[in-house]
Structures are given as structure tokens and as C-alpha cells.
């Protein structure tokens, strides 16, 4: 079956550090990507999204990767925080249903 | 303040009670969706709604209800919870009814539910 899933449940790094967090996908129909950010005792908030016809998209502090040819995403984030500590989920969506799958999570730590 | 709201956030139940969970958003958003959250396998859509009246089985539906009779309602109905549906749920909605076919993706996520079923 369809299926998004994340190379690695932790990623610690240092506060200051570029974080990368990556992303595997196996649905080449899928239209859209979408990196979600949740916080320990709260609902997943909206990063960024990338359509499947880009292969770059920046927004702040934050640049999504796609690259189709190995069905892989990325999170990058610049300067990282510990305010960026959380866990990270990327999604995918096909444009003519309403339907959402999510990988599994990335948890970020950043160490001061 | 523009937010979706989910009630409870906190539940103890016993199997077979019937029981549902409300999801409310004061955002006139087309659609909404539910999930549930467990260790290891992350986020699975439940149900979800692209407008009134209109709902569809997302990849998790067995055990499950949803309705959709007013734009900012949506709730989530188990109608003989069992166990194995004790996890986080989440309710969540997008600004357009379209969103499947546009590029606006931000899903606005309540609070969350924690529901044990014992």
C-alpha cells in the first residue's frame, strides 16, 4: 500500500546547526508534500508544502527538497533553534481526493 | 481567535459505550478532517469531509462515524469503542472546499483528544 515514511526517529543536533530531516514516499501519483511540526501536547502545525512539479521550495528558515527520481523529500532547517524542537512529519496528498498520509516522525532535539 | 476547538480533550471510557468526541472551527473552512495519532504509526485519517453533508472514508474509517450537517461541525462518533481505538485524535480543517485541487495545503489541527477505551 501507499505509504510515507522518515529515515530516522531522532535527530539531535546542535543549536546553531543546520538540521536536515528527510523523508521517503512511495506514491509517485502524489501532488503535493507537506512537512507538519508538532510540539510535545499539541496538534501538528503547517511548515511548508512543495507541489510535486517544483523541486525546491524556501521558506523561512525552512527549505523543502523533492526529488522524484528517488521519491525522496527534505526539511532543511538553517540555524536551528531550540524553539525547532519537535517532532516532524512529512504528508502527502493527490490533488483530486482529500485524502492525507503521514510518515511515521522525526524527532528534532537541538542541544544548547 | 481563529482555532478548532475539540471536545473533550481527555476521556475514560468502557467498551461498548457509545460515545463522540466534537470538533467545531470558527474559520467557515470547507474542510475537515479527523485523525488518530499512536506510537509508531504516526497519523491516519479517519474520516474526512470536503463540505456539508459530504464525507468520505479516509484509511482508517472501521469503528467509526463522522457527519457533516453544518459547515463548523464535524464530529467524530464511535459508536462501540473498543480498545484497540484508544489513541490521540486529532480534528483538523482547510480553508477551501477545493483543497484537493489547490496548492493550499495548511491544515489547521484542534488540541486534540486523548481517549482510552478500557
Known amino acids: 500500500g501507499e505509504s510515507v515514511g522518515l529515515h530516522l526517529p531522532t535527530l539531535s543536533v546542535q543549536e546553531g546547526d543546520n538540521s536536515i530531516i528527510n523523508c521517503a514516499y512511495s506514491?509517485?501519483?502524489?501532488?503535493?508534500f507537506i512537512w507538519y511540526k508538532q510540539e510535545s501536547g499539541k496538534g501538528p502545525q503547517f511548515i511548508i508544502d512543495i507541489r510535486s512539479n517544483m523541486d525546491k521550495r524556501q521558506g523561512q528558515r525552512v527549505t523543502v527538497l523533492l526529488n522524484k527520481t528517488v521519491k525522496h523529500l527534505s526539511l532543511q532547517i538553517a540555524a536551528t533553534q531550540p524553539g525547532d524542537s519537535a517532532v516532524y512529519f512529512c504528508?502527502?496528498?493527490?490533488?483530486?481526493?482529500?485524502?492525507?498520509?503521514f510518515g511515521q516522525g522525526t524527532t528534532l532535539q537541538v542541544k544548547p | 481567535e481563529a482555532q478548532v476547538t475539540q471536545n473533550p480533550r481527555y476521556l475514560i471510557t468502557v467498551t461498548g459505550k457509545k460515545l463522540t468526541v466534537t470538533c467545531s472551527q470558527n474559520m467557515n473552512h470547507e474542510y475537515m478532517s479527523w485523525y488518530r495519532q499512536d506510537p509508531g504509526l504516526g497519523l491516519r485519517q479517519i474520516y474526512y469531509?470536503?463540505?456539508?453533508?459530504?464525507?468520505d472514508k479516509g484509511d482508517v474509517p472501521e469503528g467509526y462515524k463522522v457527519s457533516r450537517k453544518e459547515k463548523r461541525n464535524f464530529p467524530l462518533i464511535l459508536e462501540s469503542p473498543s480498545p484497540n481505538q484508544t489513541s490521540l485524535y486529532f480534528c483538523a480543517s482547510i480553508p477551501s472546499g477545493t483543497s484537493g485541487l489547490s496548492s493550499y495545503n495548511e491544515q489547521f489541527f484542534g488540541p486534540g483528544t486523548r481517549l482510552t477505551v478500557l
Open positions: 504528508a502527502e496528498k493527490t490533488s483530486n481526493t482529500g485524502k492525507l498520509i
Open positions: 506514491n509517485s501519483a502524489s501532488d503535493y
Open positions: 469531509s470536503m463540505n456539508v453533508e459530504v464525507t
